[in-house]
């Protein structure tokens, strides 16, 4: 078990943009940050996260809550993984059990997936370091592709043993269960005998982007031809090829930092990179790109370059790949090596400087690289140079920005030497949704700009849904703010008309709204809100010093989820740098007993309509001689109404 103080201390150093910012490209926006949503496909931010509260919002999925929570959504952390991760990350000492073999039956599947994981990780490591064998093979192996014992630590490579089932007999001596280590292909189970998959190779733990152990890579190193020089462990709960990049873990900073990613083939590629300093460098593990893949990237930068082989056989189908990227909106450059150099050889050739300089003189824009490529091929090939005309077209009709595709025509035109009004047509046949052809994309472009009648149901506020809701925000950001109210006493003048009777006092926010919903009998209809409005005045008239970003820890999800969506439901719409313009708005901390006041006003306003439909049905319902007192009753209740509405200066 975690201690308490450990939990705390963890929730009192942690950043929430910090933590977030390792997995999603956040900018700023204002007090707060913005970034694609890692929850959902959308080309349009919608995921917010708030230093000052210390709370995200993704507005696409509806997800929400604090730096644990979004471990818990994004990396499938149970609770205590979340705080281990947190700890690690800030250089918190946390105090752990050693777990029994009771709790270790008791953690579910995909948990035990990983656990075993990370033991395989452990063991592979240690065999390459601590056996004859490993330091013979592996380690060896390993300083002749000319990696330093620091690099091989920090990428935990290493080495399986050349015996049946040496790694399979250790696991099981452990604990570990032989349908965990089937279930994540480390074992190969047929009928009563067993196998160690990587039997013989030297071992890539291939991590998530938080740094969880999904599955392995491994290379043999004799020369069987019978068996496959790499070999990947089988997908399973945990690994899922097509959404996993080698080296996401260790370059997601870099990639954020620099605004770039270098796209490799293999694990080597990445590792000599990074060794050699170019840290922004992952690779897809020698599978075809995947959309998921791209999309990966696309949480930390829009920018990608494709480094290929000066010899790549299948560069062609590699091409596909850039395609895929730009249907995601991303930028492509992309840059090929001499002939018989790959990303690893050059890197391990070259000093940090000239690689860099290599890459930064030799990255290509995608078109530009394409069109060289495939006119290279075609020479004076009349048939053969219009097939790569549509090619390149075809790739630019990829690309959802139209400005782009417009300026990628012009560029095209310019390097094929072909009229642009031929590359539009053509354009126009490949994807006829956006270009029916090119004389009519002026008149798209006006269409853009009509009004269009859209016959729409016009969705009904729930009012007292919205001002509970306003309730729960206001107690959530102002509860023990200390405010001069003015209340309104319902009395009888001379005359006997109800009148409003104005009195000053200072009292707490919470207080305030405590006492008036108790007086006037008013309960929440909506079940969360209810729950949560109890929660906070419980919270908040036990300490004095309430903070929301260490309440929210303190409650179950389904409510955390709540309170980020009330909190940052307003900021999702807020225009910021106003005070840039000289326009000083004034903001809702200078009026909280106005909108306090405000707001318990609309709500009595909107119980008294309530009640007066409910007399007005009575009467019609009975129809009964008896019904004068009830329509004195809805007399009185509409006068006391006109009294609020003066008081709110407008009309209900």
């Known amino acids: 078990m975690i201690s308490k103080n450990t939990i705390d201390q963890v929730f009192e150093t942690v950043r929430v943009e910090e933590v977030i910012g390792d997995f999603v490209q956040l900018k700023k926006a204002g007090s707060n940050f913005k970034g694609l949503s890692p929850f959902s496909e959308e080309r349009t931010p919608s995921f917010m996260v708030s230093p000052v509260k210390q709370i995200w919002k993704d507005f696409s999925s509806g997800k929400g809550g604090n730096a644990v929570a979004f471990l818990m959504e994004h990396e499938h952390f149970t609770y205590p993984e979340a705080i281990r991760y947190l700890a690690k990350k800030y250089n918190i000492e946390i105090e752990e059990t050693e777990q029994t073999d009771e709790q270790k039956e008791q953690a579910n599947e995909r948990e035990s997936l990983y656990l075993v994981s990370e033991f395989a990780r452990q063991y592979f490591e240690r065999i390459l370091h601590k056996t004859d064998q490993g330091q013979a093979i592996g380690y060896s192996y390993f300083k002749e592709r000319g990696f330093t014992d620091e690099t091989i630590k920090k990428f935990n490579l290493g080495y399986s043993l ?174 090929m090596f001499p002939d018989g150099e790959d990303p690893d050889s050059f890197a391990k050739q070259n000093t940090f400087e000239e690689l860099t300089l290599y890459l930064e003189e030799n990255a290509q824009d995608f078109i530009q690289f394409k069109a060289s490529l495939l006119f290279e091929q075609t020479k004076n090939d009349p048939i053969k140079k219009a097939e790569t005309i549509r090619d390149i077209v075809n790739s630019i009709s990829k690309i959802p920005d139209r400005i782009k595709k417009e300026v990628y025509i012009q560029e095209c035109s310019r390097i094929m030497d072909i009229s642009e009004d031929v590359l539009f047509s053509t354009l126009a046949q490949i994807n006829k949704k956006e270009f029916q052809d090119a004389n009519k994309q002026y008149k798209q472009e006006q269409k853009a700009f009509e009004v269009i009648k859209h016959e729409q149901p016009v969705k009904k506020v729930d009012v007292q849904y919205e001002l509970e809701k306003k309730i729960i925000e206001i107690l959530l950001l102002y509860g023990n703010e200390v405010e001069t109210f003015e209340d309104l006493l319902l009395k009888e003048d001379e005359s006997g008309e109800l009148i409003l009777e104005p009195t000053k006092h200072e009292v707490k926010v919470f207080e305030k709204i405590y006492l008036d919903l108790q ?134």
């Not at 909190?567 to 106005?594: C, F, S, V």
Request: aromatic residues 10%.
């Open 519 to 652: 007086d006037d009998e008013m309960e929440f209809t909506n079940t969360s809100f209810k729950q949560l409005y109890y929660t906070i005045i419980d919270s908040l008239h036990q300490n004095n010093d309430f903070k929301v970003k260490n309440f929210i820890n303190t409650v179950e999800p389904e409510l955390a989820a709540e309170i980020t969506t009330i909190l940052m439901e307003d900021d999702r719409y807020n225009l910021d740098d106003w005070e840039r313009m000289n326009i000083y708005p004034k903001g809702k901390k200078h009026t909280i007993a106005q909108l306090v006041s405000e707001t318990i006003l609309s709500l009595r306003c909107f119980l008294i309509d309530k009640k007066v439909t409910e007399f007005k049905n009575e009467v019609i319902k009975e129809n009964a001689s008896d019904s004068r007192s009830v329509l004195e009753d809805v007399m009185n209740y509409s006068n006391l109404k006109m009294l609020l509405s003066r008081k709110l200066n407008r009309v209900l």
């Open 162 to 335: 050349d015996e049946w089932q040496a790694f399979t007999d250790e696991a099981l001596k452990q604990g570990y269960k032989i349908e965990f280590l089937e279930k994540t292909g480390l074992t190969i189970v047929k009928d009563a005998k067993r196998f160690d998959r990587f039997k013989g190779r030297v071992m890539f733990p291939i991590q998530s982007m938080s740094g969880r152990v999904l599955g392995f890579g491994g290379r043999i190193l004799t020369n069987d031809k019978k068996a496959a020089k790499y070999l990947n462990s089988p997908e399973s709960d945990i690994y899922h090829k097509s959404k996993v990049l080698y080296g996401i873990y260790h370059a997601k900073q870099s990639i954020a930092k620099d605004d770039n990613c270098y796209l490799v083939e293999g694990y080597t590629d990445v590792i000599q990179f990074y060794q050699k300093g170019v840290k922004n460098v992952v690779s897809s593990s020698g599978t075809a790109l995947t959309p998921e893949q791209i999309r990966l990237i696309n949480r930390l930068t829009k920018n990608i370059t494709v480094l290929f082989d000066g010899d790549a056989a299948g560069i062609r189908a590699s091409l596909r790949g850039i395609d895929l990227i730009l249907e995601q909106g991303m930028n492509v450059k992309v840059c």
